[in-house]
Nanobody
Framework: QVQLVESGGGLVRPGGSLRLSCAASGFIFSSYAMSWYRQAPGSERELVASISSAGGSTNYANSVKGRFTISRDNTKNTVYLQMNSLKPEDTAVDYCC????????WGKGSLVTVSS
């Protein structure tokens, strides 16, 4: 059974940093690309960053380029999102996900609140 469990969210001041983690189980983690999405209040879910199965290729939304870094540790079945220089508009529930075949699997999300 595929499981994705996010952690690391919380309240941070503008300009601060957080690192999100997503622990994966139930599938061969090292064989699949992983992504982080986020959903702000009143907005649709949007792609934040993706990483290839081996970690050699990444891509980012324009809004987070230069501030966020996605990485993975295939020995720990975990994907990370390092978020620096956080802004109030980064406030959202962040989800990790992966596609296996034609099915997309989501975690339950981790709330990030950026506020002074």
């Amino acid at each position: 059974q595929v499981q994705l469990v996010e952690s690391g969210g919380g309240l941070v001041r503008p300009g601060g940093s957080l690192r999100l983690s997503c622990a994966a189980s139930g599938f061969i983690f090292s064989s699949y690309a992983m992504s982080w999405y986020r959903q702000a209040p009143g907005s649709e879910r949007e792609l934040v960053a993706s990483i290839s199965s081996a970690g050699g290729s990444t891509n980012y939304a324009n809004s987070v380029k230069g501030r966020f870094t996605i990485s993975r540790d295939n020995t720990k079945n975990t994907v990370y999102l390092q978020m620096n220089s956080l802004k109030p508009e980064d406030t959202a529930v962040d989800y990790c996900c992966t596609w296996i075949g034609r099915v997309i699997y989501w975690g339950k999300g981790s709330l990030v609140t950026v506020s002074s």
